[in-house]
Structures are given as C-alpha cells and as structure tokens.
C-alpha cells in the first residue's frame, strides 16, 4: 500500500486548527489497515500521536495531545484524518501516516509496514 500524507505545508498561530489527511493508492487500500499517525522533529524520535483500527471502533492517543486531536477514517474514501485543535507551538513537526497489521502492533514505530511522505505541521507562537 503507498501512503500519501497531506494538509500541513504551511505556517499555522497557535490556537489553530489543522485537518491532516492520509489516503492511499495501489491495489491494496488503507482500509484493510490499522493506521497511525506519528510526528517527528530534529530533536526528538519518531512519536505516536494517533492510532485507529481498521474498523474505526478502536482509537488510541499520545498523552500530550489530551483531547486535542481526533483520529477517524473514512473506508469509503481510503482516507484516514487527523483533527488537530488548539494547536502549540511544540506541536510542530512532520507528520507521518503509517499502517499496521494488528492492532496488538500498533504502538510500536517498528512494527509499522510502510510510512507516507510526511507533511509538515509549523506552528508560531
């Protein structure tokens, strides 16, 4: 499955709100995955934001985004979403999509299966 991860790319105040999208391509699609979406600065290790089963009935966040952002999907589309509210400026970062066979796998960078490009969240203080 090929990645693309998109809506970041330009300069953002904090408080903002930004919707980050991934959607795929190829013959097999991101509905059939748990997908995640992660960040990733010069100082610090690729993180987890956000992850959602294929289902969309499981959702799971990183603690600093305490109920900030929303992670959902549409199957239809073979796009999965990332609503970021009350932006900071620490939130900046390139964003990645990922997939994951399991659920059970979902928090671990390593066992991600193939990464979109990233898109570039910068946000002013």
């Known amino acids: 499955v090929q990645l693309q991860a998109s809506g970041g790319g330009g300069l953002v105040q904090a408080g903002d709100s930004l919707t980050l999208s991934c959607s795929s391509s190829?013959?097999?699609?991101?509905?059939?995955?748990?997908v995640g979406w992660f960040r990733q600065t010069p100082e610090k290790e690729r993180e987890r934001v956000a992850v959602?089963?294929?289902?969309?009935?499981?959702?799971d966040y990183g603690d600093f985004t305490k109920g900030r952002f929303t992670i959902s999907r549409n199957n239809m589309n073979n796009t999965v979403f990332l609503q970021m509210n009350s932006l900071k400026p620490e939130d900046t970062a390139v964003y990645y999509c990922?997939?994951?066979?399991?659920?059970?796998?979902?928090?671990?960078?390593?066992?991600?299966?193939?990464w979109g490009q990233g898109t570039l969240v910068t946000v002013s203080s």
């Open positions: 959602i089963d294929e289902t969309g009935s499981l959702r």
């Open positions: 990922g997939v994951v066979g399991t659920w059970r796998n979902s928090k671990l960078r390593s066992k991600y299966i193939t």
């Open positions: 190829g013959p097999t699609t991101i509905s059939d995955y748990t």
